[in-house]
């Protein structure tokens, strides 16, 4: 890693900040840099090439694509390069739409010819899943968008004869929450037999999986779904992103956002991202062979954290969506707990997140950040960092009170337990300054 | 440039090819390569992050927007980054069809409502404009495909009420033919004048710098065009892209094609590719300092080229484009002239790029580069490497005998007298097996 054992190198600046914000972005790994760095000198030829030059990038990506397939156990046919998971969300929602009219468009019985297709996802998607949804297909299709409790029963429950698309994410990138997607896979399969029997359109299933990938074991075998974005600057990675498609092409549909020049077998053109692709690759390879250190150390780490975090602040904190919140009442919310022992593990969460909000009534998230003077953090998705957003948060069912004061701490990889004290005596400090007292 | 002064290194075999294939795609300028080693190292942070990460990263990519803008003679806010060339023509398409649809529904007259777009362009545009246009466009636009001939005055003649845009390339990558979208963009102003006073639809004016830039001066004012689309790998820098917009969302239109993060001001979400946008800027520095430079030298080494080319192969060789071809008779064009002087410089040509047939009748362009040692050509786009497609040559004006005869020549900034000579040596070579005589 860079600045491996104590975080990214951040610069010559002093003191020394401690980046938990690894959920907005990661470093890129040193082997991953170096992977870049070799494919710009030595695969710079144009892969649909017919000479050598071709044929050296040729083999680049066909060794990335097989390391991505081999992370989530898919088919290296089964995988396309996309400019990053912005794309792939936006192809998934572009293919289940399409092929469901084209579906509709062949049916002899013509009150399918004017279906609307129905779509089903949660309230806590990424805007790459969240705004094409509101912006694109707004008008054209009927979206369910679903609360995070119960999540499998709701998304079984929410399904229509004209439902073509569940699209429900891995992991929430502001709460960590992780959501049982291949529990959802194993009940629609069931329900897919019967509408296959009806003659019903088969409900194809999505998972934006940028946040879990890297942080805990992924495999699209055991998730049963059709399509999963993958993002590499997520894990370490490039700025590009793949889709997975199960069966591509034969069993699972999916049509081009762009047309060009027929790279990527016609279904995503461009000249390929030669260096950006060996680094995903290089990314994939380190995730696949090392991820259960990577979740233990996390996980290790992360708890350290959130057990130093009751023992500076005591009752002043929660950490949101294990420490129990009252939505309905955050004006009660808003009194420490006391008391019995609060419920923990609500939902199984990644194991580098933590959501944590702060009981100081006149202090806000992004005041605690602003005094804070090591810790890069953020008050929840990088896209929002100018903009005041606790939707997500409400909608994981923290009170709106705790949603104003909350601040994600994400850890990396090799985020060490003397970065933690650092960042915690950092966060004191700031929120000592604004309430002009000691916590 | 790399392994400069002979070309690009290519690896370790010998004995040492000779890149002649830059239209197809160029190595990256050592600055180049530096700058996005830096940004890996050092701007790795989310764009969008507040923290001091993120500003490291944003200040990388407003330099680098500068740094494009100011290569084509464009404000930096008029600059939206993108995965490549393929994605901004897709872009452009959907602009421009989405703006005339909404124009028209916003008319009182009902006779508008349901009017079909109109889009004019040529019979020798990249597939990345050409087939977005015959699959996406097919069925709800009509287009015009105009030869390349008389390409000025064809257009405006072509221009129909409901005509929306108008996209010709700058310059063709196959036979380097470069064309006149700045007297296009200047008849157009004078036409679209008359429109407004029509109240008719402003016809939008696009083109596919891919290939110029980097080889003449490219300077968005003087060709007087709405949108122009930028491809980083045709000009030694990383394989991403952009495009110029004039005046942004408030003179021209856009409309994203795809929806999530607001990353680009909401017109190109997706967590940006810091890496290869510092690297696109540094290409772009590079071009803006130096194109006429370039430009000198690789005009001056294609023409020794050409000369050569004549001396050793005499009356067997022909100049795509400059040298006459009869389309008409190819029989007759396969007997290689006699008599009269050929006529020369029918089109402006690109100063890198010539496109050569040789009257063999037995041996094809693909036959020739098959038999090249050291020679690493092409026969036309790199997309087409494994397809036949002789079409771009024959709508140039090239006759089927000699299209099918004929390896595109491209050279690079740094390509030498030497080097052409081994190419022509090792062309000879492969001509001379082929044919069992000397040439």
């Given amino acids: 890693m860079s600045g491996s054992?104590?975080?990214?190198?951040?610069?010559?600046?002093?003191p020394k900040r401690v980046y938990l914000d690894y959920n907005a972005t990661t470093p890129l790994a040193p082997e991953v840099i170096k992977a870049v760095e070799q494919s710009m000198h030595d695969a710079w030829g144009n892969p649909s090439s017919a000479?050598?030059?071709?044929?050296r990038a040729r083999a680049v990506i066909n060794q990335a694509r097989d390391d991505v397939a081999r992370m989530i156990?898919?088919?290296?046919?089964?995988?396309?390069?996309?400019?990053?998971?912005?794309?792939a969300n936006n192809v998934v929602l572009h293919c289940a739409v399409t092929h469901f009219?084209?579906?509709?468009?062949?049916?002899?019985?013509?009150?399918?010819?004017h279906l609307r297709p129905h779509i089903i996802t949660t309230k806590v998607e990424h805007d790459a899943v969240k705004l094409p949804l509101t912006h694109r297909y707004s008008i054209e299709a009927d979206v369910t968008y679903l609360g995070v409790e119960n999540l499998p029963e709701a998304v079984l429950e929410s399904i229509r004869p004209s439902t073509c698309l569940i699209t429900v994410m891995l992991a929430n990138n502001e709460t960590g929450i992780m959501f049982s997607v291949a529990h959802i896979g194993r009940l629609l399969a069931e329900v897919n037999k019967k509408r296959d029997?009806?003659?019903?359109?088969?409900?194809?299933?999505?998972?934006?999986?940028?946040?879990?990938?890297?942080?805990?074991?992924?495999?699209?075998?055991?998730?049963?779904?059709?399509?999963?974005?993958?993002?590499?600057?997520k894990y370490y990675g490039p700025r590009i992103g793949a889709l997975?498609?199960?069966?591509?092409?034969?069993?699972?549909?999916?049509?081009?956002?762009?047309?060009?020049?027929?790279?990527?077998?016609?279904?995503?053109p461009g000249t390929e991202n030669t260096p950006m692709i060996a680094g995903l690759g290089r990314a994939s390879l380190l995730v696949h062979n090392n991820v259960q250190d990577y979740y233990a150390s996390m996980k290790k780490t992360r708890n350290y954290m959130e057990r130093q975090l009751k023992k500076v602040f005591g009752n002043q904190v929660k950490i949101n969506c294990v420490d129990p919140c009252i939505p309905s009442d955050p004006e009660a919310c808003s009194v420490p707990p006391r008391g019995p022992?609060?419920?923990?593990?609500?939902?199984?969460?990644?194991?580098?997140?933590?959501?944590?909000?702060?009981?100081?009534?006149q202090v806000t998230g992004p005041d605690i950040l602003r005094h804070c003077r090591l810790v890069q953090a953020s008050c929840g998705a990088a896209c929002h960092a100018h903009t005041e957003n606790q939707s997500i948060l409400e909608a994981s069912g923290v009170c709106s009170f705790h949603a104003s004061r909350t601040i994600r701490l994400s850890l990396g990889r090799d985020t060490t337990m003397e970065e933690i004290d650092l960042a915690i005596q950092d966060i004191k400090q700031a929120i000592e300054k604004l309430i002009g007292r000691s916590v």
């Avoid at 000479?51 to 044929?55: C, D, V, Y």
């Avoid at 009219?101 to 010819?113: A, D, G, N, V």
């Fill in 244 to 268: 997975y498609i199960r069966g591509l092409g034969h069993k699972t549909p999916v049509y081009p956002l762009f047309y060009g020049g027929g790279q990527e077998r016609g279904y995503r």
């Fill in 51 to 55: 000479h050598e030059e071709g044929a």
């Fill in 341 to 361: 022992k609060q419920q923990h593990f609500i939902f199984p969460r990644l194991p580098n997140t933590s959501s944590v909000s702060f009981y100081y009534r």
């Fill in 73 to 87: 156990g898919a088919l290296p046919q089964d995988v396309l390069f996309m400019s990053g998971g912005t794309e």
């Fill in 5 to 14: 054992g104590s975080g990214p190198s951040t610069g010559s600046s002093s």
């Fill in 197 to 233: 029997n009806e003659g019903l359109f088969k409900v194809l299933l999505h998972t934006d999986a940028a946040q879990a990938i890297g942080k805990v074991p992924v495999d699209v075998t055991d998730l049963n779904i059709d399509y999963l974005t993958i993002v590499g600057h």
């Fill in 101 to 113: 009219r084209k579906w509709c468009l062949s049916q002899e019985s013509p009150i399918y010819h």
